[in-house]
T-cell receptor, first 115, second 112 residues
Framework: EAGVAQSPRYKIIEKRQSVAFWCNPISGHATLYWYQQILGQGPKLLIQ????????DSQLPKDRFSAERLKGVDSTLKIQPAKLEDSAVYLC?????????????FGDGTRLSIL | AQSVTQPDIHITVSEGASLELRCNYSYGATPYLFWYVQSPGQGLQLLLK??????LVQGIKGFEAEFKRSQSSFNLRKPSVHWSDAAEYFC??????????FGTGTSLTVIP
C-alpha cells in the first residue's frame, strides 16, 4: 500500500512569511495527525483529525497555525506569519482509527527553515 | 499527567554488540506502548507495540521489548546491532483517552 505522502520535503522562508504543507494519508485511514518535531526533540502533536472533524488541537498555536481536512482525506497545515521558532520538521501521520492503541504511519516530513 | 522518559540522549555501541534502550512512562493504568525508529531525513517507522498479554514483544528488524509494570518501563533490546541500526529511537505511550505522547528520543551510533 502507498504510504503517507507529504510535500514539499523542504521549505525555506523568511520570518513573517506564510507557508503551507500538504499531506495525503494512507487510503482508508480515518485519523490524521500533524506533528512538529524540533531538532533534538520528539514529535509534538499539533492537531488530530477524525475524518474531517478536529479531535484535538490543544497544542496548536491558533494565532498563527491553521489546518484543515475538508473532505476527510488529505490535509493542509498553514503557518501565517512564521516565526523563527517555527523552524522544525512537520510530520504527518495517519491511522485506521483514532485511539491511543492505534499504530501511526508517518510520512517523511517537511523540513521548514525560517530565516 | 502522562509522560514518557528516555534517559539516554545518545548511545554508542560496537557493531555486533547487544543493545538496550531505556524507556520509562508515567500513567495510572496499563498504557499502550510503542517503539519507533527514525532514520535521518525520514519519518518514524513502527518497530513494535504492546497492548496486553505476553510482556515480551517481538518487532521488526530483530528488535524486542519487555514491559515491566513494576518498573513502569518498556526497554528496547537487540542481541546484535548492525551498522544500519544507527538512527533515532522514540518510545511512545498512548492511553484510552485518545492521547499519544513521544519521548525525546535516543540517538544510536554504531561503531564498525
Amino acid at each position: 500500500e502507498a504510504g503517507v505522502a507529504q510535500s514539499p520535503r523542504y521549505k525555506i522562508i523568511e520570518k513573517r512569511q506564510s507557508v503551507a504543507f500538504w499531506c495525503n494519508p494512507i487510503s482508508g485511514h480515518a485519523t490524521l495527525y500533524w506533528y512538529q518535531q524540533i531538532l533534538g526533540q520528539g514529535p509534538k502533536l499539533l492537531i488530530q483529525f477524525q475524518n474531517n472533524g478536529v479531535v484535538d488541537d490543544s497544542q496548536l498555536p491558533k494565532d498563527r497555525f491553521s489546518a484543515e481536512r475538508l473532505k476527510g482525506v488529505d490535509s493542509t497545515l498553514k503557518i501565517q506569519p512564521a516565526k523563527l521558532e517555527d523552524s522544525a520538521v512537520y510530520l504527518c501521520a495517519s491511522s485506521e482509527q483514532g485511539g491511543g492503541n492505534q499504530p501511526q504511519h508517518f510520512g517523511d516530513g517537511t523540513r521548514l527553515s525560517i530565516l | 499527567a502522562q509522560s514518557v522518559t528516555q534517559p539516554d540522549i545518545h548511545i554508542t555501541v560496537s557493531e555486533g554488540a547487544s543493545l538496550e534502550l531505556r524507556c520509562n512512562y508515567s500513567y495510572g493504568a496499563t498504557p499502550y506502548l510503542f517503539w519507533y525508529v527514525q532514520s535521518p531525513g525520514q519519518g518514524l517507522q513502527l518497530l513494535l507495540k504492546y497492548f496486553s498479554g505476553d510482556t515480551l514483544v517481538q518487532g521488526i528488524k530483530g528488535f524486542e521489548a519487555e514491559f515491566k509494570r513494576s518498573q513502569s518501563s518498556f526497554n528496547l533490546r537487540k542481541p546484535s546491532v548492525h551498522w544500519s541500526d544507527a538512527a533515532e529511537y522514540f518510545c511512545a505511550v498512548g492511553n484510552t483517552g485518545n492521547q499519544f505522547y513521544f519521548g525525546t528520543g535516543t540517538s544510536l551510533t554504531v561503531i564498525p
